[in-house]
């Protein structure tokens, strides 16, 4: 007893002493769940995960050996705070190739991942009190980042029904005199909805008659299914693209997450700003990594191909599976790795004793009674969903699911 009243006083004393800022921020669900059935493994327990939140599969050979090389040859100091002029105008060229769309090198910033990005664009642009307008169901970290520049996240509500798509109305609504930006996810994590041409341009011309930013997460481009395409905002209205960023980077497209390696395209005067921002806080990303980027994107891409079209298959089985179980409602995916049932119709019911009323005790519950992480709805802002990772082996995704399906059909 006398341990645990002092380790609690300790850590009062630590929570005194921490900053208004870090105490506000909380921790990634995701990554909760991940390190909760990490832990169980580590005991000894089989538990099957479907939280990942990255591809499983590994970088491709020629991106590591190019990497390799590099550490070889001596790329192992400081950059250009920006990121490699070289590789600087490689991104310019992808995005000209994929989306029509022209930047000059300079205006193209490398920082380490997207995450760093959109940290590096919120840190740039937001004022205490300054809004940003999220769309929801959302990545957990927009709204963090967004508190942790001083600005107030704003979240615009989406539903299954519609495919959680946010119309163009509801958009303009959310935006007040103190909006600085609204925030695109297409391919969306975690619903995996992809925007068409047509819808982007309904919600470009609202925004042509505001002045906020946008901000397009378009880390997911390359992983979406049946054949459908993935434009930029910044292409289809292009009135907007002087005040668009486009954040992009190789982390999910080539099973680069560890590199931390990705990019933002958008307006002279703040990508400086961004770039001056980095100078002081990371100095720049790896030289190495950089070079591998450079080949990833200038390289083979047949690795990606046969990448998506086995998530494509792993989403079918998944979304099948799903809706044979009662109590589950599950639509099809577009993009990204993800699925994101309903499962709302289960709460009320019990699962190994506990009565089960949202999706933190529905997750908890399944971690515990079928050795399942799941990861709960409620830190990406819907309740009612659970959102599951297909970036894992098929054989383990059957396992997972008989497990689920299980211990479902046992709820009373
Ligand atoms: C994974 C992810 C990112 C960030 O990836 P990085 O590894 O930081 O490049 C950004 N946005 C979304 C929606 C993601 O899922």
């Known amino acids: 007893m006398e341990e645990c009243?002092?380790?609690?006083?300790?850590?009062?004393?630590?929570?005194?002493?921490?900053?208004?800022?870090?105490?506000?921020?909380?921790?990634?669900?995701?990554?909760?769940?991940?390190?909760?059935?990490?832990?169980?493994?580590?005991?000894?327990?089989?538990?099957?995960?479907?939280?990942?939140?990255?591809p499983d599969f590994d970088t491709p050979g020629n991106i590591k050996e190019s990497g390799i090389e590099a550490i070889r040859k001596g790329f192992t100091k400081y950059?250009?705070?920006?990121?490699?002029?070289?590789?600087?105008?490689?991104?310019?060229?992808?995005?000209?190739?994929?989306?029509?769309?022209?930047?000059?090198?300079?205006?193209?910033?490398?920082?380490?991942?997207?995450?760093?990005?959109?940290?590096?664009?919120?840190q740039a642009i937001c004022d205490p009190g300054d809004e940003?307008?999220?769309?929801?169901?959302?990545?957990?970290?927009?709204?963090?980042?967004?508190?942790?520049?001083?600005?107030?996240?704003?979240?615009?509500?989406?539903?299954?029904?519609?495919?959680?798509?946010?119309r163009p109305d509801q958009i303009?609504?959310?935006?007040?005199?103190?909006?600085?930006?609204?925030?695109?996810n297409s391919p969306c994590n975690p619903t995996?909805?992809?925007?068409?041409?047509d819808e982007l341009k309904s919600i470009g011309e609202v925004l042509l008659n505001t002045e906020v930013y946008v901000i397009s997460d378009e880390i997911y481009e390359r992983v979406v299914y049946d054949g459908i395409e993935t434009v930029s905002i910044a292409a289809v209205v292009p009135g907007l693209k002087d005040r668009t960023f486009v954040v992009n980077g190789?982390?999910?497209?080539?099973?680069?997450?560890?590199?931390?390696?990705?990019?933002?395209?958008?307006p002279s005067e703040e990508i400086k700003a961004m770039a001056s921002i980095q100078s002081h806080t990371v100095s720049a990303?790896?030289?190495?990594?950089?070079?591998?980027?450079?080949?990833?994107?200038?390289?083979?891409?047949?690795?990606?191909?046969?990448?998506?079209?086995?998530?494509?298959?792993?989403?079918d089985y998944m979304v099948q599976r799903l809706n044979a179980i009662d109590g589950i409602e599950c639509t099809t995916p577009k993009g990204a790795f993800y699925v994101f049932p309903k499962v709302s119709r289960l709460y009320g019911?019990?699962?190994?004793?506990?009565?089960?009323?949202?999706?933190?005790?529905?997750?908890?519950?399944?971690?515990?009674?079928?050795?399942?992480?799941?990861?709960?709805?409620?830190?990406?802002?819907?309740?009612?969903?659970?959102?599951?990772?297909?970036a894992m082996s098929i054989e383990a995704i059957e396992r997972g699911l008989d497990r689920i399906e299980k211990a479902l059909s046992e709820m009373e």
Not at 353 to 378: D, F, H, I, M, Y
């Open 172 to 184: 303009a609504d959310a935006i007040t005199p103190k909006t600085k930006a609204v925030i695109i």
């Open 5 to 54: 009243c002092r380790f609690g006083l300790a850590e009062r004393r630590v929570q005194a002493r921490l900053s208004t800022r870090a105490k506000m921020i909380e921790e990634s669900p995701t990554l909760a769940v991940t390190a909760k059935a990490a832990a169980l493994k580590k005991q000894g327990i089989d538990v099957i995960g479907f939280g990942a939140g990255e």
């Open 79 to 122: 950059t250009a705070a920006a990121g490699m002029p070289e590789l600087r105008q490689v991104i310019a060229e992808k995005l000209e190739r994929d989306h029509g769309l022209v930047y000059s090198p300079n205006d193209i910033l490398v920082s380490c991942g997207a995450k760093h990005c959109l940290h590096n664009i919120f």
């Open 285 to 315: 990303p790896a030289h190495f990594a950089q070079i591998a980027a450079i080949d990833a994107l200038n390289g083979d891409q047949s690795s990606v191909d046969a990448m998506v079209k086995e998530f494509s298959r792993r989403r």
């Open 250 to 266: 190789v982390s999910k497209t080539y099973a680069m997450t560890g590199w931390r390696i990705g990019y933002v395209a958008g």
């Open 132 to 166: 940003v307008v999220i769309l929801s169901p959302y990545w957990v970290s927009y709204s963090e980042a967004v508190r942790l520049a001083g600005g107030v996240p704003v979240l615009v509500e989406t539903s299954m029904e519609s495919e959680f798509k946010a």
């Open 349 to 390: 019911r019990s699962l190994g004793g506990v009565k089960v009323t949202n999706s933190l005790e529905l997750c908890s519950q399944l971690l515990e009674t079928a050795r399942v992480a799941v990861v709960p709805g409620s830190g990406f802002g819907a309740d009612e969903h659970v959102r599951l990772s297909y």
């Open 192 to 197: 995996g909805t992809v925007y068409t041409r």
